[in-house]
């Protein structure tokens, strides 16, 4: 099954070969690791996407399983909601790890599906794509999702920006998607050793056009984190790390134990 479309037409893209092709003849090469780049710049407008380093920083503390309690509630919210035959699509899906995870639970539960992620940098798509040859990763915004309309059951979507239309679109009617995003404590105590003026996270209105929410699940764990490699890692993955000067700098690199909460919601919507 695919459900990838060319990002140039529209049509449909045969995956069959080492090349994804539509009707038109657009083509797209898929790269060594399994992923197929369909991003398309316009007017000479550079495309953005996490760097290797940045990746590579996510890619390692995850790996540590810091955030390993959020992967497992994910996970399980995931299965309520699959079913054999369905068509996951992971939005802004990263270095592939909550991705590969959902599969993994899956294929434990037996519950056969097709699995799809997308990410805006190629290199995300290729790391996940060397992570799992069984899931099709592409490298696409969510602003533009070469997929199928009405293609996909269920939809993922973890601390990606919000294309509501896109969404919407792309989803079949009575679809599921799954949002998580920072509550309000989300790393507090890190907030209060680097800045003067800490704020917590704003929770905006659960209300989202053209979907009507289901439930709520506020996850919240405490963080023991023993190694500077992982603090920095940690700051890195946040919105934090681009806004921080040369003072708020210092007392990261000043850190050398760290205790903070990890405060997370896993919002469900039906559209």
Not at 175 to 180: A, E, N, P, Q, T
Request: hydrophobic share 35%; glycine share 6%; aromatic share 12%.
């Amino acid at each position: 099954m695919n459900i990838f479309t060319c990002p140039v037409c529209g049509g449909i893209l045969d995956t069959s070969g080492k090349t994804f092709i539509c009707s038109k003849r657009h083509c797209f090469d898929k790269a060594k690791s399994g992923y197929v780049n369909l991003l398309i710049s316009k007017h000479g407008t550079a495309l953005h996407g996490d760097n290797k380093l940045m990746l590579r920083a996510r890619r390692d503390f995850l790996e540590k399983g810091y955030y390993a309690p959020l992967c497992a509630e994910v996970c399980e919210t995931i299965v309520k909601y699959a079913k054999n035959g369905c068509a996951i699509l992971d939005a802004g899906c990263g270095e592939g790890y909550y991705t590969s995870a959902v599969k993994a639970i899956l294929d434990k539960s037996n519950i056969a599906v097709n699995m799809y992620g997308i990410d805006i940098s190629k290199d995300a798509a290729d790391m996940a794509a060397k992570r799992r040859s069984d899931i099709k990763f592409a490298a696409a915004s969510v602003f533009h999702i070469p997929i199928q309309s009405e293609s996909c059951d269920v939809l993922l979507t973890m601390f990606a920006p919000y294309c509501g239309e896109e969404y919407k679109r792309v989803l079949k009617k009575g679809g599921i998607m799954i949002m998580v995003i920072p509550s309000e404590n989300h790393l507090w105590e890190l907030k209060s050793l680097i800045y003067d003026t800490p704020y917590k996270n704003e929770v905006k209105p659960y209300t989202l056009e053209g979907f009507e929410f289901i439930n709520s699940e506020r996850v919240k764990f405490v963080m023991n984190i023993n190694e500077k490699n992982d603090i920095h890692s940690l700051f890195s993955m946040t919105p934090y790390y681009y806004k921080s000067g040369k003072t708020e700098q210092q007392r990261l690199d000043r850190l050398e134990f760290l205790e903070t909460q990890a405060d997370f919601e896993i919002l469900t919507y039906k559209k």
